[in-house]
């Protein structure tokens, strides 16, 4: 069974940095395309980051350059530093395959806030 637990979310204020983990577990995340999602109160679900199998990286919704997504094989691990960080970044952040999502874990909750 696939199961991802994040971590590393908190209170930051704005301009701050936060570094998030995704640990995975039943299955090889270097094998897929991997992406990080986040969910603000009151919205849907959206994309912020994909590696692929090769390493490419692709951003979304005004993330680039101040997020970078990246991925520990050996742990099996996916990572999402955030730098510069909006109060628009508060969320919970979530990990999950880029295509054909499986279950969702519980999220890791970002609030960016004076």
């Known amino acids: 069974q696939v199961q991802f637990v994040e971590s590393g979310g908190g209170l930051v204020q704005p301009g701050g940095s936060l570094r998030l983990s995704c640990a995975a577990s039943?299955?090889?995340?270097?094998?897929?395309?991997m992406a990080w999602y986040r969910q603000a109160p009151g919205k849907q679900r959206e994309l912020v980051a994909q590696?692929?199998?090769?390493?490419?990286?692709h951003y979304w919704n005004s993330v680039e350059g101040r997020f970078t997504i990246s991925r520990d094989n050996a742990a099996n691990t996916l990572y999402l530093q955030m730098n510069d960080l909006k109060p628009e970044d508060t969320a919970v952040y979530f990990c999950?395959?880029?295509?054909?999502?499986?279950?969702w874990g519980q999220g890791t909750h970002v609030t960016v806030s004076s």
């Open positions: 999950n395959f880029r295509w054909a999502n499986v279950e």
């Open positions: 039943g299955t090889i995340i270097s094998d897929y395309v």
């Open positions: 590696i692929t199998r090769s390493s490419e990286t």
